[in-house]
């Protein structure tokens, strides 16, 4: 919660939901009458049919706009719902933030009916494709190596799932971590970095060099001469899956 309250304060502005992953993620939902969001932050992603919000962060909850569904302040290792309470649930690039993944697991498993869908990422694939990552910023991938949880353990913690990759869109309107791939000076931002909690949790002090070389190779076009492929491409998979079980 309290990394949260620091970190989500700029969620509304920098992490509006994208239109194509939205397709991708209430597909995946099918046609599931109600849905729990755990980890729901400022409501990024909620079909029409959320019932209930839980999130562990009040400053993120406060950002929810009106209308929005009903919301609660709890943590996903325990929710205060009955079983079965929904036919789907739904957890968001949250995972990586539950103290507990295993209990959170299982009570996504006790309150969900028929199905759950998970957005997370897969480290590996991350590491070797993001370019800023692998280039600038190697202290936030070791960040990363410590949070993110290995896809196959959560199929296994799940039950069985099967996995959709999740492409990112060159313009993608959420800002999360890879969304900025083809438009390097947004990490520039201290703004849009803000947003993001792979920088914000590792510290401006600790990726300072990295995006002062970053930078650097901006104004002189190193950069776009060692990624010329990038700009010619529409859509790019740097590990995110989605990870969807029927029960």
Do not use: K
């Amino acid at each position: 919660m309290a990394t949260y309250d620091t970190l989500g304060a700029t969620y509304a502005r920098t992490r509006q939901a994208d239109p194509r992953i939205a397709a991708q993620i209430h597909a995946a939902l099918g046609n599931a009458t109600d849905v729990i969001n755990v980890g729901a932050g400022t409501g990024s992603y909620e079909p029409p049919r959320t019932v209930l919000a839980v999130d562990p962060s009040q400053v993120m909850l406060a950002q929810r706009p009106p209308g929005s569904a009903p919301a609660v302040q709890a943590v996903a290792e325990h929710l205060p719902l009955r079983d079965n309470a929904a036919d789907a649930v739904m957890a968001l690039l949250t995972v990586h933030h539950w103290p507990d993944v295993a209990a959170g697991i299982r009570e996504l498993r006790r309150v969900a009916r028929r199905g759950i869908v998970i957005l997370t990422w897969d480290q590996r694939i991350f590491r070797e494709r993001f370019w800023l990552v692998r280039e600038y910023l190697p202290e936030a991938a070791a960040f990363d190596d410590t949070r993110a949880i290995p896809t196959d353990r959560l199929v296994d913690m799940l039950g069985g799932a099967r996995l959709e990759p999740v492409l990112v869109p060159h313009d993608c309107t959420d800002g999360f971590g890879a969304a900025y791939w083809r438009r390097p000076h947004a990490y520039l931002d201290p703004r849009v970095r803000a947003g993001i909690s792979l920088f914000a949790q590792t510290g401006e002090d600790v990726i300072t060099p990295g995006l002062t070389r970053l930078a650097d190779d901006l104004t002189t076009g190193r950069w776009q001469a060692r990624h010329p492929e990038l700009l010619t491409l529409e859509t790019i998979d740097v590990g995110y899956r989605l990870l969807v079980t029927d029960l």
